[in-house]
């Protein structure tokens, strides 16, 4: 069983410049989430879905940051503009259900912001 | 709000010997999941262990053991017979019914041969 997918694994561009990470999760899990993970530091949330319904976006900054997750499958996560704190590791995790089952992590994507 | 404090930003252990992760954590959930999760370095994240909160029985996982103190909101982690392998960084998680997930910040654990 294929895991979680997750592209590109690294990325670089210049502050201002957009910037956009895809996940594919393991087929079948409803809940899909997006983590912001710092250096040294543990994941926190961006965004939470079940099928394709943001379920928990709070921690989401919405004025530079926007996702989808269009027919309950893939999703995509997208920074515009891109400033220097956005340089970090984001992962993107499915789960089967929420709460209860354990979360399947991506290998991340690690974003580098000149 | 929901909260998971790791003490520990790091830990190390001698090949073969036993260590204890610890892991607090604050909820106003009655019903909640606990987790630990391993992340080795430039590799990803895998479940180890996980917790109902309902259950008095601690978990256990081959080497790995829980002791949950639910009244306590502790939720701490053995590792027996430690092995080279078992060097990473390792989460303390919550869950929620309603699906809310919080991580702590992470013990890097060294285990020295």
């Known amino acids: 069983e294929a895991g979680v997918v997750q592209s590109p694994r690294y990325k670089i561009i210049e502050k201002k410049q957009p910037v956009a990470f895809w996940c594919n999760p393991i087929s079948g899990h409803n809940t899909l989430y997006w983590y912001l993970q710092n250096l040294g530091q543990g994941p926190e949330l ?6 394709e319904e943001a379920v928990d976006d709070s921690q989401l900054p919405k004025d530079r940051f926007s996702a989808e997750r269009l027919k309950g499958v893939d999703s995509t996560l997208k920074i515009q503009p891109a400033e220097l704190g956005d340089s970090a590791v984001y992962l993107c995790a499915s789960s089967l259900f929420r709460g209860s089952s354990e979360q399947f992590f991506g290998p991340g994507t690690r974003l580098t912001v000149l | 709000a929901q909260t998971v404090t790791q003490s520990q930003p790091e830990m190390s252990v001698q090949e073969a010997e036993t260590v204890t992760l610890s892991c607090t954590y604050d909820t ?13 370095p430039s590799r990803q994240m895998i479940l180890v262990i996980r917790q109902e909160a309902y259950k008095q029985q601690n978990a256990t996982e081959n080497r790995f053991s829980v002791n949950f103190q639910k009244a306590a ?6 590792i027996s017979d430690s092995q080279l392998g078992d060097a990473a960084m390792y989460f303390c998680a919550l869950s929620t019914n309603a699906g809310k997930s919080t991580f702590g910040d992470g013990t890097t654990l060294t285990v020295k041969p």
């Open chain 1, 46 to 51: 961006l965004i939470r879905y079940e099928n």
């Open chain 2, 28 to 40: 106003s959930e009655s019903d909640y999941y606990l987790f630990w999760y391993k992340q080795p």
């Open chain 2, 73 to 78: 909101k502790s939720f701490s982690l053995k």
